[in-house]
Structures are given as C-alpha cells and as structure tokens.
C-alpha cells in the first residue's frame, strides 16, 4: 500500500527566508506525486505535480519540487517565502488506477507553515 | 465557473441523526471524489465516481455512510446515523477525465455532538 509522510508537523520561516518543506513516499511503481496547499478554510490547491521525466518541477506560485528516486522523496521549495505563503502544505501520492491519476490520492499528514514578519 | 460548490458550509447536528452533505463539480467534470480530513487520520478518499457510477467506495469507513450520484451535477454523501466520530471537513473535489487537475471544493465543516 502507498503511504506518505511528512516529518515536519510545524515549520516556521522569516518573510524572504528559503524553505524545504520533506516528503517521503512509500509506492512499489513509479509514482505521481503531488503537493497541494490548504489556506484556512478554503479546500486544496494544487501547486505541482510529478508524472514522468525531469525530476525538478516547477509549480505555481514560485514553487518547486525535487523528486529522488534513491531517498524516496518529493521535497518541496520556494527560494523566497511571502507572508502569504502561510498556510498548510500537503504532499500526496497517486495510483494510476484507470484515469484517475489526479484524484485517488493518499496525502501525508500536512506541514504547517508559519511565516514571521 | 464557480468551482466546485458544497452545501452546507458548517453542519451542526446530534448524535444518532441523519446528515447529508451536498456537491455540486464544476460542469464537464467526470470523475468527482469524497474525501474527509480529519485531525486524526488526515485526509482520506471516501469514494470516487466516474461519469455517475462509484467506482471505488473502499473508503467508506462503514454503512452508515452512503454516497449517490443522481446526475452529472449533483452529489450527496449521507451519513445514518451520525456519531460523534464522524466529525470532520468533508470535501468534494472533481476533475475531467480523471488526469487532469484536481479542484476541491471548500469543504462541510460537519460536527456530531
């Protein structure tokens, strides 16, 4: 069974400060990996997605994420955090079952990011 | 478009009722999915349709939850009788042609006293 963790419940970054956000994935294929952010109250937004092909992917929102093979990992990045930024971060991984690559997803338990003035 | 809609925002009801949660997907979108977050488990696929039929409902955690998709423009997900455990953020998400980008809806904030 497919399963996602994400170490790190609570991080908090300056305002202009970098951030890495980890996620590690357990999938016995190749996966599709995703991360979404949740702004409070509000439901899932995809920033980006990995399928196939170039292992770093840009998203939205100034957003990347690297996707390693060897470390299982799916680590996500913003070389400059806004204050806008603040939110809850969700890294998820897809099976390929029929067409729904998007949307049968298992998501790790959320990293909240806090971003100080 | 307006995004994928969901009714009621919050939901206040008691122990041993009958709840139902409605969703309408964005038009055109085939496949739409139940997920529910909790603080406890995260965020969990309940069901998904495809073009109306469920396809996959091995998420339900149990009978007293049901899920109908009448037409391509209206979903429900019906918990009888509601429990205390059943207190969470039910989400509706859908998309088209299942490979295409994911859209959440805003979410039923659903507590059971």
């Known amino acids: 069974a497919q399963s996602v963790t994400q170490p790190d419940i609570h991080i908090t970054v300056s305002e202009g400060a970098s951030l890495e956000l980890r996620c590690n994935y357990s999938?016995?294929?190749?996966?599709?990996l995703f991360w979404y952010v949740q702004s409070p109250g509000q439901g899932l937004q995809l920033l980006l997605k990995y399928f196939s092909g170039d292992t770093l992917v840009q998203g939205i929102k100034g957003f990347e994420a690297e996707f390693k093979r060897s470390q299982s990992s799916f680590n996500l990045r913003k070389p400059s955090v806004h204050w806008s930024d603040a939110a809850e971060y969700f890294c998820?991984?897809?099976?390929?079952?029929?067409?729904?690559?998007?949307?049968?997803?298992?998501f790790g338990q959320g990293t909240i990011l806090t971003v100080h003035p | 478009d307006a995004g994928v809609i969901q009714s009621p925002r919050h939901e206040v009801t008691e122990m041993g009722q009958e709840v139902t949660l409605r969703c309408k997907p964005i038009s055109g979108h085939d496949y739409l999915f139940w997920y529910r977050q909790t603080m406890m488990r995260g965020l969990e696929l309940l069901i998904y349709?495809?073009?109306?039929?469920?396809?996959?409902d091995s998420g339900m955690p149990e009978d007293r939850f049901s899920a109908k998709m009448p037409n391509a423009s209206f979903s429900t997900l019906k918990i009888q009788p509601s429990e205390p455990r059943d207190s969470a953020v039910y989400f509706c998400?859908?998309?088209?042609?299942?490979?295409?980008?994911?859209?959440f809806g805003s979410g039923t904030q659903l507590s059971v006293l």
């Open positions: 349709f495809n073009n109306n039929v469920p396809i996959d």
């Open positions: 998400a859908s998309s088209r042609q299942g490979r295409e980008k994911l859209f």
């Open positions: 998820a991984v897809g099976a390929h079952a029929g067409g729904t690559s998007y949307g049968k997803l298992t």
């Open positions: 999938y016995g294929a190749t996966p599709y």
